[in-house]
């Protein structure tokens, strides 16, 4: 018991993040060069945006100058007479101002989610295209995490940055070229503290991207170990893994706060340094100022516009700073998005495929060799064989030779490293990628899901089929019955990943769905394994429905479903070693009579002889059925 939990805690440590496998650092300029092409449809808009990005600091600029006058020309001479009109431009700014501000808000929230919804949605489309090795090697928590936060990260610094950094940069443009205009000897003294604001900022933004790329990747690392745990929940709950689960979580998510409250410490630690140079600055200028005042040469509504613009001119001084914190930290997510779009899709559709339409389903496997990416032994090696149009072959060897790696090269989802397949004589290179797996059919060892009704998981099989089709084909598959005793029948929920559901009925509704896509080449891959031996034999019957009139291949070692088959194809390490009909095998006394006879040996006899009663009396029903 404590090393079962031991095993799972260790299993645990396994999966916990490696921070070395940050994705790639990405400089700025890059991420804009990788972008920007994406902001090109909105250029007008982003045009409006910097436009009225301008327009704001100028009247900024100018309510502060009203703000001097009004000093200068009403508070000290006591005058009324320019209350009125000043008073009135104050109001004319405003609403101006507001109504500016109004069109820039929105316009800038317009594009951030139009481009936010581009991104995602090329992310989302380019994931659809990734090699299945892709997502059986990353962890599926963190790639959400990059098609959710991080790309809202990312398209909102995108489209508000540029403007922003514009506005910013000319407040301060207009109001140092306002402090000269007012007193160039008191702007140059209030300038001396501008280096060391550049200093610290400099300083911020690189601790700020250090920890940002390690809070990006450590949200990745959260959501993998909810997915992860939430998704193996049968696992965790038979082998006592909740505490060690619980903990894992715990730590990760622990790790998650303190990388956040550093960020939030810097950050938070950033503004008092600041304020303090800033005061320290003011009060230079207010005793210079204030000697000024008194000999004359400046006026008190010149001294305190240039002290709001002093003021005010740390803003935007602060903004930018933010910003480019904000930018470094972008950037942190930015790498992670461009690490995901820069992996490249297993197989590429020629310009002008070859239209394949409704093929006849004849197969050739011609000298195929593959190798999966990263390993150092081919998979297979100079594997030939040929299927009829409606042939049925069954490719057997022992775990480990091959066999689910050639269903998938059928289905292209890897090209050949060498050979090549053929289906109605075109290399599965040059046919349309789309019409290849129309053709071709797939029955895996564990059908997958989604979690929707009885009726739309057949129905994925042709979308568009109509409900007398989806009935006729679980009636032939033989799932029916069962389905009809479900709660709500076809509108049956059938849980995530069909988990409501047993192995049998899985299967049955498997194959319900790939009657409804008659496809003219049928791949099966173990499909009764798993089930006892009534089911099994129950699933036979739906199975040789779903073969008929159609090239299949099975992958099995239930040896009725062999003997379902004209030829077989044996494999082992990846080669072809024997070929034949099972009579043929047998008689010659090679891996495949090995392995028949092994499997009796294992003491599985009552087994089979059980099924064999089981098909026999099924086989005598058939022609009824058929
Ligand atoms: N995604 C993968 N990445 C790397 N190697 C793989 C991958 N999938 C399979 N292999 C390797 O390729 C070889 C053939 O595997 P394959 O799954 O085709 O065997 P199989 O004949 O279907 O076995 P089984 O009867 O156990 O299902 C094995 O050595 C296996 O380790
Ligand atoms: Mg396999």
């Known amino acids: 018991m404590t090393s079962m939990r031991a095993a799972i805690q260790k299993f645990m440590r396994m999966a916990e993040i490696d921070t070395t496998s940050l994705a790639p650092t990405v400089s ?76 820039r808000s929105y316009l800038s929230a317009w594009i951030t989610e139009h481009l936010l919804f581009d991104l995602r949605n090329r992310l989302f489309a380019h994931l659809q295209t990734l090699p299945l090795e892709f997502f059986e090697r990353s962890r599926l928590g963190d790639t959400v995490t990059r098609v959710t936060d991080d790309i809202d990260e990312l398209g909102e610094f995108l489209a508000t940055g540029l403007a922003d950094g514009l506005s910013h940069l000319l407040k301060i443009v207009f109001f140092v070229g306002a402090l000269f205009y007012i007193d160039a000897r008191l702007a140059v003294i209030s300038l001396i503290v501008a280096p060391p604001f550049w200093f610290i900022g400099r300083r911020f933004a690189t601790r700020v991207k250090a920890l940002a790329r390690e809070q990006r990747a450590r949200d990745g ?57 800033e005061v320290g600055g003011m009060l230079i200028v207010i005793g210079v100022g204030a000697v000024d005042l008194a000999e004359g040469r400046i006026t008190l509504g010149g001294l305190l516009a240039f002290l709001a613009y002093l003021s005010q001119l740390y803003s935007p001084v602060r903004g930018l700073n933010r910003l480019w914190g904000e930018a470094v930290a972008t950037s942190a997510a930015a790498e992670r998005v461009i690490e995901l779009m820069d992996h490249q899709p297993a197989v590429v559709e020629l310009a002008d495929p070859v239209p394949l339409d409704r093929g006849v389903g004849d197969i050739i496997f011609d000298g195929v060799s593959y190798r ?23 490719l057997v060897g022992q775990s480990g030779a091959g066999k689910s790696t050639a269903t998938r090269l059928l289905l292209r989802l890897d090209d050949p490293s060498d050979g090549r397949i053929l289906i109605d004589g075109h290399d599965l290179r040059a046919v349309s990628i789309t019409e290849l797996r129309q053709n071709v059919t797939v029955l895996p060892q564990e059908a997958l899901f989604f979690d929707v009704t009885v009726r739309e998981a057949i129905a994925y099989g042709r979308l568009g089929a109509s409900d007398r089709e989806i009935v006729e084909a679980a009636q032939a598959a033989g799932a029916h019955q069962f389905i009809e005793r479900l709660v709500d029948g076809y509108d049956t929920r059938i849980g995530q990943r069909g988990r409501g559901l047993s192995g049998g009925q899985r299967q049955r509704l498997a194959i319900a769905r790939a009657l409804l896509r008659d496809a003219p080449v049928l791949v099966m891959d173990e499909p009764t394994t798993g089930l006892d031996n009534e089911n099994a034999t129950q699933i036979l019957e739906s199975i040789r429905r779903l073969m008929e009139g159609r090239t299949t291949i099975i992958v099995s070692h239930d040896l009725h479903l062999v003997r379902e088959a004209t030829r077989i194809v044996v494999l082992e390490d990846g080669r072809v070693v024997e070929e034949g009909s099972h009579d043929a095998l047998m008689m010659s006394n090679g891996l495949y009579a090995r392995l028949t006879r092994a499997r009796r040996r294992d003491g599985q006899t009552t087994r089979w002889s059980d099924r064999e009663s089981g098909v026999q009396s099924v086989l005598s029903r058939l022609p009824a059925v058929l």
């Open 221 to 277: 690392a959260v959501t993998a170990i909810v997915e992860e745990s939430l998704g193996n929940a049968p696992l965790v709950q038979a082998y006592n893994g909740q505490a060690a689960a619980t903990t894992h979580f715990e730590r990760e998510t622990r790790t998650v706060m303190a990388t956040q409250l550093a960020l939030e410490r810097l950050r938070a630690g950033y503004a008092p340094f600041v304020s303090l140079i």
């Open 372 to 394: 999966y990416p990263g390993t150092t032994q081919d998979a297979l090696t100079d594997v030939s064989f040929r299927l009829a149009p409606g042939e049925t072959l069954a």
């Open 28 to 103: 700025l300029r890059e991420v804009i060069r990788r972008f920007w092409p994406a902001l090109r449809p909105y250029r007008g808009r982003l045009a409006v945006v910097l436009v009225l990005a301008m327009l704001g600091p100028l009247l900024d600029t100018l309510s502060i100058s009203l703000y001097g006058r009004l000093v200068d020309e009403v508070l000290v001479p006591r005058q009324l007479a320019m209350l009125g009109p000043i008073a009135g431009a104050y109001i004319g700014l405003t609403v101006v101002g507001g109504l500016l501000g109004f069109g």
